[in-house]
């Protein structure tokens, strides 16, 4: 069974930062793209970001390029989100995705598997 489950949202001022984290358990291969997307009310999710573990290939959407970075942790199965220079239109929830490739990394459709959320609120 694959599961993720997400952590380390919150609220924070414009200019802060946070972390996300994304641990992935279960999954049926070895290596595998964790994606990060973020969704506000009325919208579709947004991708934001994503990791190949294998390939260790970086994707960035242009919103957050020098801002936010992604990376891992093989120890402890986590893809991590670090966001600086965070601005009020990052708020959102913010989920991680995973699927085998990072082919069609910003299409929602394409990720199989998805947690939970973590809300990230970010005031001016």
């Known amino acids: 069974q694959v599961q993720l489950v997400e952590s380390g949202g919150g609220s924070v001022q414009a200019g802060g930062s946070l972390r996300l984290s994304c641990v992935v358990s279960?999954?049926?291969?070895?290596?595998?793209?964790v994606a990060w997307f973020r969704q506000v009310p009325g919208k579709g999710r947004e991708g934001v970001a994503a990791?190949?573990?294998?390939?260790?290939?970086?994707y960035y959407a242009d919103s957050v390029k020098g801002r936010f970075t992604i990376s891992q942790d093989l120890n402890k199965n986590a893809v991590y989100l670090q966001m600086n220079g965070l601005k009020p239109e990052d708020t959102a929830m913010y989920y991680c995705?995973?699927?085998?490739?990072?082919?069609?990394?910003?299409?929602?459709?394409?990720?199989?598997?998805w947690g939970q959320g973590t809300q990230v609120t970010v005031s001016s």
């Open positions: 995705a995973a699927d085998a490739t990072c082919r069609n990394w910003r299409t929602e459709s394409a990720y199989d598997y």
């Open positions: 990791f190949h573990t294998g390939a260790r290939s970086i």
């Open positions: 279960g999954f049926p291969y070895s290596y595998y793209c």
